[in-house]
Structure formats: structure tokens, C-alpha cells
Nanobody, 119 residues
Framework: QVQLVESGGGVVQAGGSLRLSCAAS????????MGWFRQAPGKEREFVAS????????GYADSVKGRFTISRDNAENTVFLQMNSLKPEDTAIYYC????????????WGQGTQVTVSS
């Protein structure tokens, strides 16, 4: 199994920035892909960004392209989400997740970190 712990959430004004971190532990050698999802109150969880562990291939949701940047530090088994030009509609709980090279589907999830953007 892989354990994930997010950090870096908080309250920020519209237009501000936050940087989320997600530290992985456990069977980290099985990581194939890591991603960020978010869930706003009353809404379904939605994809934000993802990164492949081997070649850094990256994907973003249209709603965050040009504002958010996902990156990773393989040596520290950590993935980051730099969020710039934040908007009130970015307010949500942000979850880190990972897919292993055996299942190739998001399987392990962190506990989430709250991001609140005030207008």
C-alpha cells in the first residue's frame, strides 16, 4: 500500500497563491501516476491535475490550465501543486491520489486539505 499526506492548504484572497504538497510513503516503488482532485461543497469530486512518475507526462483540467502547475520530487516521493491566480470557485478540499504500476487506476487517497479562496 501507499500512504499519502497532503499539506499546504489554507485561506487566501482571490488572485493569491498556495502550494500544496503530498508526501507518499509505504510501497512508493509501485507509484505509476499521481494526481490531484478536489471536491467543493455539494459537488462531485473532480480531476485537477496528474503526473506520471517515470516521464513527467502531465495533464490538467481545463479550469486550471495556465494557473496551476503540478510537479514532483522522486527522491522525496512528493508531488506538489502550485496554484496561482486563485479564484473563489477553486475553493474545495483538495485530495492527493496515486495509481500503482499494477492496477493503473487511482487507488490510494490522502485525507485532503482545505483550500478557501475569499473574494
Amino acid at each position: 500500500q501507499v500512504q499519502l499526506v497532503e499539506s499546504g492548504g489554507g485561506v487566501v484572497q482571490a488572485g493569491g497563491s498556495l502550494r500544496l504538497s503530498c508526501a507518499a510513503s509505504g510501497r512508493t516503488f509501485t507509484i505509476w501516476r499521481m494526481g490531484w482532485f478536489r471536491q467543493a461543497p455539494g459537488k462531485e469530486r473532480e480531476f485537477v491535475a496528474s503526473i506520471y512518475w517515470s516521464d513527467s507526462n502531465i495533464g490538467y483540467a481545463d479550469s486550471v490550465k495556465g494557473r496551476f502547475t503540478i510537479s514532483r520530487d522522486n527522491a522525496e516521493n512528493t508531488v506538489f501543486l502550485q496554484m496561482n491566480s486563485l479564484k473563489p470557485e477553486d475553493t474545495a478540499i483538495y485530495y492527493c491520489t496515486t495509481a500503482t504500476n499494477t492496477k493503473k487506476a487511482y487507488e490510494f487517497w490522502g485525507q485532503g486539505t482545505q483550500v478557501t479562496v475569499s473574494s
